[in-house]
């Protein structure tokens, strides 16, 4: 059962993933790009990280892919469909894939695939808030620092339009 | 429990199953009526409508939705910080408070940016 | 192996149980509770008016040759509106982008009734040992379900918005999913007290802590109080339960509560695009909003996720905030017995009270409901930069604050 909806759920990722490249239309490539999110946070619940797959649903889904929809639907889409294929940039991405799957190929076998995995844990927000408060006290302040860098970036990017 | 969530897969698959059935329901259903040129028309009001540039938007609503998803991963930072607090102040004392305390403040500082620059003013 | 023997296996068990539990609460519970609070609200907005409302359409006795209708005060109007719905023309004008106009309003629909998933609707039930809590899914994450579900439904509405290719579709699209945004973060941040004080995001659990240590919003709770005491007139026992029920630290968190359930309950009128939130249809400037281009079922199905968002956002209210199934002294699916008739088995006790606490629950639903009506037929509405500066100024600030008074009092003063 836990195997069949691996596989399901994988290749809804995976099938979506790719519509975000394939598909012309901008809109249908950010929804593609939902529905793929959608696909990997089952695929942590799968995994027994509740907390993670909800937070993969909260932020990613329903807040950043709303802006995306957002900025996308305000562009001239008449524009985009009819831009032509750019061929740098084609073997360039081309050139980025075969090396990542040539990693992956060199990668993969070195991890331990039939290990089981770690002692799972009953409830999985108090551990991350536990180890989030105790162990990585320290990472969790910087990542507010990066949050107050990005929110003054966003002020200052707009800060023509504003006035 | 993995277990608990096959409740819910069922119920997605519940929720999507109805809202098809209704539409196609009301495709059987519905009455066809005829088509004519201003029926297929989009509605301004009973005029014909001006198929101008599209609107032109304030940044404004960007500057809202990515301020949104900022401080939208704060609240997600204080569900496992809620859910642990009163067990960690019992063993470890007063630390997580003062941790999220300084996280909080960090973004306010963002948050005082952004509103004595105007970024969250609509008046004008 | 035989039928009834598989049937009990635990993993086939919960999966008959809840797809029962899953149809019941949808089309026994929601979709009824959706069409009475349709007419609820044109009975209430009549009442509130002076005027009377929808009172014709009731028993159609006439087709079946009787010389009169019943008119049964209108009810007959639940009915007839959806059925009204479903027999329209289907039209999609050609205008727009056929695709996405024709997922959106299954997209704003659908998440509102996932949240239901999560909600408990009753006890839990039990059968010989077999624990059936009667809500579809007991998960430890049950708030963020909620919170992530119904981060989700935007997307009905800006690309409702978006693919009528229409004007007004489109700014009320764009200024509803900005608004949602925007209240998400006061929704979000207003509950966090809820959790700190009872250590669990489960909805269920939380419930029972109510239910033991008195309702989020009304913390006095007498220990060991029960009715005999009431009946027998033994004060001093009533004194001293009242006694073991005060604490300090209960009277310093209850200000914070309140301030948490006023600002959530609050930011669920903006979520759930409430007057005096409702800026996405205002009709005077938007004609309908995002739906303006729907007719027929795209309609009503706008229609329908907007109320049972409602329903389903009070339910969230009255679970976190209102005890949920809970009434004092009232036992719950623990019972094994009811009111002590001997005939009913401890099973069939265990189901009653259920069932009573699903009463409660939808009760408090309705009171909830009544509120949202009494609200939009009575205050005006915000204009858009009032709308916005509300929510980012003062709400985000004030449940900020809130939180932080909260964990300080939990952490200074013990029980």
Redesign the interface.
């Known amino acids: 059962m836990e195997v069949a909806l691996f596989w399901i759920f994988a290749a809804l990722m995976l099938g979506f993933g790719a519509a975000v490249i394939f598909l012309k239309s901008p809109v249908s490539s950010a929804l593609s790009l939902v529905v793929s999110f959608l696909g990997l946070a089952a695929l942590f619940l799968l995994l027994d990280a509740f907390f993670i797959g909800i937070i993969q649903v909260l932020v990613y889904a329903g807040a950043v892919m709303v802006l995306f929809l957002f900025i996308i639907m305000l562009l001239d889409l008449k524009t985009e469909r009819a831009r032509k294929i750019n061929l740098p940039a084609m073997i360039g991405g081309l050139m980025v894939v075969v090396g990542f799957v040539a990693l992956l190929v060199k990668l993969l076998p070195s991890f331990d695939i039939a290990k089981p995995a770690l002692a799972r844990p009953v409830n999985d927000v108090a551990s991350v808030g536990m180890l989030l408060f105790s162990d990585y006290n320290l990472p969790f302040q910087v990542i507010g620092v990066l949050l107050l860098v990005a929110t003054v970036g966003v002020v200052l990017l707009s800060r023509k339009e504003l006035k | 429990m993995l277990i608990d969530f096959l409740p819910i897969l069922l119920h997605v698959v519940v929720a999507v199953g109805f809202a098809t059935v209704v539409l196609v329901l009301n495709i059987a259903l519905g009455r066809a009526g005829k088509r004519t040129k201003i029926k297929d028309t989009a509605y301004e009001c009973g005029v014909i409508p001006e198929p101008g540039p599209q609107p032109r938007f304030s940044v404004k609503f960007y500057l809202v939705a990515m301020l949104f998803i900022l401080f939208d991963i704060e609240v997600v930072f204080m569900y496992p910080w809620a859910v642990v607090y009163r067990d960690y102040i019992a063993q470890h004392g007063m630390l997580i408070f003062w941790s999220m305390l300084s996280f909080v403040i960090i973004l306010l500082f963002g948050y005082a940016y952004a509103v004595k620059k105007g970024a969250l003013e609509w008046g004008r | 192996m035989n039928l009834s023997a598989l049937a009990m296996q ?2 086939i068990f ?2 008959w149980t ?2 029962i ?3 019941v609460i ?2 026994g519970i929601v979709l009824p509770i959706v069409s009475l609070t349709v007419f609820a609200e044109r009975k209430v907005c009549a009442f509130i008016q002076d005027r009377v409302g929808p009172n014709r359409v009731g028993l159609p006795t006439t087709i079946l040759g009787f010389k009169k209708d019943i008119r049964l005060l209108g009810l007959g109007q639940m009915i007839a509106d959806p059925i009204k ?7 999609i ?4 982008n056929k695709f ?1 106009y ?1 997922i959106a ?2 997209l704003a ?2 998440p509102a ?2 949240v ?3 909600l408990p609707f009753g006890p839990n039930v039990f059968f010989g040992d077999i624990k059936v809590p009667l809500m ?6 049950g708030i ?2 909620v ?3 119904s ?2 439904g ?2 009905g509405i ?2 409702a918005g ?1 693919a ?5 579709p ?2 009320g699209g ?1 200024r509803s ?2 608004q949602m ?2 209240y ?2 006061a929704l ?2 207003s509950v ?2 809820v ?3 009872v ?3 489960n909805m269920q659990e939380i419930v029972v802590w109510q239910r033991e240590n008195g309702w989020m919003v009304a913390p006095f709770w007498p220990k060991g109080f029960s009715l005999e005491q009431l009946l027998h007139g033994d004060f001093a026992a009533i004194g001293a339960s009242f006694a073991a029920g005060f604490s300090v630290q209960r009277l310093l968190i209850w200000v914070p509560m309140l301030i948490s359930f006023i600002v959530f309950l609050i930011a669920m009128f903006a979520e759930t695009n409430r007057v005096p939130f409702d800026l996405p249809e205002a009709e005077q400037e938007l ?1 309908g909003g995002y739906h ?2 729907y007719s ?3 309609f ?2 706008f229609f329908l996720g907007e109320y049972a968002a409602m329903a389903a956002g009070s339910g969230v209210i009255v679970t976190l905030f209102l005890g949920g199934w809970s009434l004092p002294f009232i036992p719950d699916g623990s019972a094994t017995s009811f009111f002590g008739i001997p005939f009913i088995p401890a099973w069939g006790a265990s189901l009653l009270w259920g069932l009573i606490g699903m009463t409660i629950f939808l009760a408090k639903i309705a009171a909830m409901l009544f509120l949202f009506i009494w609200v939009r037929w009575t205050l005006p509405r915000f204009r ?2 009032q709308l ?2 509300l929510g ?2 003062f709400f ?1 600030e004030l449940a ?1 604050v809130n ?2 008074i909260t ?2 009092i ?2 200074l003063v013990k029980f």
Do not use: C, Q, R
Not at chain 3, 85 to 91: D, G, Y
Not at chain 3, 93 to 96: E, H, I, T, W
Not at chain 3, 164 to 168: D, G, L, Q
């Open positions: 635990p993993e919960l999966a809840s797809i539990k899953t149809l949808v089309f719905l479903l027999l329209k023309e289907n039209f004008p050609n205008s727009v996405y024709y309003p299954k629909m659908i009734l996932l239901l998933a999560v579809v899914a007991n998960v430890d994450i963020l379900w919170f992530a579900i981060s989700l935007v997307y800006v690309l978006w009528s290719n229409s004007k007004y489109f700014l764009i999913s900005s945004i925007s998400e973060l979000g941040l966090i007290p959790f700190l004080i250590g669990t995001l004609v303006t281009e027929s079922m795209g009503a199905l858009y930069d916005m500066k980012w100024y985000f900020l939180i932080f964990a300080l939990l952490a």
